[in-house]
């Protein structure tokens, strides 16, 4: 059975952090890039961060020198730390697992950031 279970979200303020967690079960973790993706009220999934499986990161624009994405291999374990937040970070994140020789792809539950004063 796999599992992969985000913890960490939560309210913030803007300008603060967060750290995000994704633990992940049922898959050989070091063969699957693993990335972060969020969703806005009223928008698509978009992707936000990712970690490869030879851990080369990549960043989308909005988020480049705030972000944080990161993998250990030894505890299943990817994350994402978030400085500065702004509003526009709002919204479901998502961890999602794809295997990097097949189309294998899972999907966390999601937990919800919401950035407000």
């Known amino acids: 059975q796999v599992a992969l279970v985000e913890s960490g979200g939560g309210l913030v303020q803007p300008g603060g952090s967060l750290r995000l967690a994704c633990v992940c079960s049922g898959i050989l973790f070091p063969d699957f890039h693993m990335a972060w993706y969020r969703q806005a009220p009223g928008k698509q999934r978009e992707l936000v961060a990712s970690v490869r499986t030879d851990s080369h990161t990549r960043y989308t624009d909005s988020v480049k020198g705030r972000f944080t994405i990161s993998r250990d291999n030894a505890k299943n374990t990817v994350i994402l730390h978030m400085a500065t937040v702004t509003p526009g970070d709002t919204g479901v994140y998502y961890c999602?697992?794809?295997?990097?020789?097949?189309?294998?792809?899972?999907w966390g539950q999601g937990t919800q950031v919401t950035v407000s004063s």
């Open positions: 999602n697992a794809e295997h990097s020789l097949s189309s294998y792809r899972y």
